[in-house]
């Protein structure tokens, strides 16, 4: 059935990541894409559904403040969220976290989408927050925004590199993949 080849797929995702060499020291994965409706949120919540079915403990994040996804995915709460810790109203990341239906997987949803996401992803409290996630999570599944039209996912590049770039065929041009990837 679809199902069981779309499972299959992402085990097989799973395995490839498992298998870079970037990733085996870094547990965070940022995951992104050149332009919006890419099927960069899809990738990353199934993702974080697998790793999870390993018995790892993991982490999904929206860090896409812009147009977050993953509470409506992962039917979570969006009340609060990694905006909260961003901008200085919580002081502990581990309130923003809830649990989902799949066991060993957590999510900290994006919160209150703000007037102000470059700003809040260009403070000393993402760098927190990275630190935080890295020492709680065997891996971390950060949803971020996709290259253009805006740099978010520079800013969150300065303190993870390993990058999963989803690219859908026959929709994106190439010389736009190739520039976001140059980014």
């Given at each position: ?8 797929s992402f085990r097989n995702l799973r395995t490839m990541v498992g298998l870079t ?18 099927g960069k949120s899809f990738v990353a919540s199934n993702l974080a559904v697998v ?53 060993n997987l957590d999510i900290v949803a994006c919160g209150s989408r703000p007037p ?68």
């Open positions: 059935s679809d199902v069981a080849l779309l499972s299959e060499e970037a990733v085996v020291e870094e547990p965070i994965l940022l995951v992104t894409s050149s332009v919006q409706e890419e790793m999870a079915q390993l018995g790892k403990k993991v982490l999904l994040v929206d860090g896409d403040l812009r147009r977050p996804r993953q509470h409506g995915n992962m039917r979570a709460s969006s009340e609060t969220g990694l905006v909260d810790f961003l901008s200085g109203a919580t002081a502990s990341p581990e309130s923003l976290v809830q649990k989902t239906a799949i066991p102000n996401p470059a700003e809040l992803l260009n403070t000393e409290h993402l760098a927190q927050f990275v630190a935080w996630a890295r020492g709680r999570y065997t891996r971390v599944i950060v949803d971020c925004p996709p290259v253009f039209p805006i740099s978010d996912i520079q800013l969150w590049g300065r303190h993870v590199k390993p990058t999963i770039f989803v690219t859908r065929f026959g929709r994106t041009r190439v010389p736009l993949i190739q520039t976001a990837c140059a980014r």
